[in-house]
């Protein structure tokens, strides 16, 4: 069984440990927090040992960071890669009822819990979180740090782009993207492509706010991850 640290105590945080106890694949050593009041509390049974820094003292765990915002988790990623942490420990963590296609490829540090569906040739960047009953179908792209909440539902050939964040039941028209640092908001139903950095809602789906530098092009500076297969 291999050794997992987890960064946040936070609600994902329980999400993946609890995806990880069902797998039987790792075995939690513990959560790292970089809020200091935090130390030594105890989350579903997993001690909180210090702050994410402290990953560097564990050289033989994965690590897997759980937090729920895009623009969070590569903050994390970026800071813990200046004190030289290597890519290679990201751990990939996948619910044991998501059933991973051959031909579809999963980044290091991505998380799908229960009962996400992968259909055919779908492939998720690095840190990519994907919530509950997403569905995800055929020649799916999504870059590095987006995220997916629970009911997501992406028509085929559709594009997400770094950072974007899809809310609970929202879904993608086949063939449309939507752009780095982007937003849709709950329910809404994306018809036409949708610009880096804005948020769009409502049925059919229409900007809300327009173009504020967010995740796409404050961080930009990362390049795209190159995807491997889940292992």
Same mark, same amino acid.
């Given at each position: #069984? ?9 609600? =994902? ?7 990880? !106890? ?18 030594? +509390?105890?989350?579903? &049974?997993?001690?909180? =040992? ?10 033989? +765990? ?5 937090? &729920? $915002?895009?623009?969070? !988790? ?6 813990? $890669? ?45 840190? /990519? ?12 792209? /999504? ?11 992406? &028509? ?18 086949? &063939? $449309? ?8 908001? #709950? ?6 492509? /949708? ?13 809300? !706010? ?8 404050? /961080? ?12």
């Amino acid at each position: #069984m291999d050794e997992l640290l987890l960064i946040a105590a936070s609600g =994902l945080a329980r999400e993946v440990l609890a995806a990880v !106890r069902a797998s039987g694949r790792f075995d939690v050593l513990g959560i790292l927090d970089d809020d200091p009041g935090k130390t030594g +509390a105890i989350v579903d &049974g997993v001690p909180v =040992l210090g702050p994410a820094s402290e990953a560097l003292g564990y050289p033989a +765990a994965g690590v897997a960071v759980c937090v &729920g $915002a895009g623009i969070g !988790r590569a903050r994390i990623v970026d800071r813990l $890669a200046g004190l030289g942490f290597p890519d290679r420990r990201y751990a990939t963590v996948i619910d044991p009822s998501v059933r991973v296609p051959d031909g579809c490829r999963i980044g290091r540090g991505s998380v799908l819990l229960g009962h996400v569906t992968l259909t055919a040739g779908v492939t998720l960047g690095e840190h /990519v979180v994907v919530m509950p009953g997403v569905t995800l179908t055929h020649d799916v792209v /999504v870059d590095d740090f987006a995220t997916f909440a629970a009911g997501v539902s992406l &028509g085929g050939g559709v594009r997400i782009g770094r950072g974007a964040y899809l809310g609970m039941n929202a879904c993608v028209r086949e &063939g $449309a993207s939507v752009g780095a640092g982007a937003t849709i908001g #709950m329910g809404a139903a994306v018809l036409t492509d /949708v610009p880096d950095d804005e948020t769009w809602v409502g049925v059919p789906a229409r900007v809300l !706010r327009a173009g504020i530098a967010g995740l796409g092009t404050s /961080v930009a500076h990362h390049a795209i991850g190159s995807t491997r297969r889940a292992g």
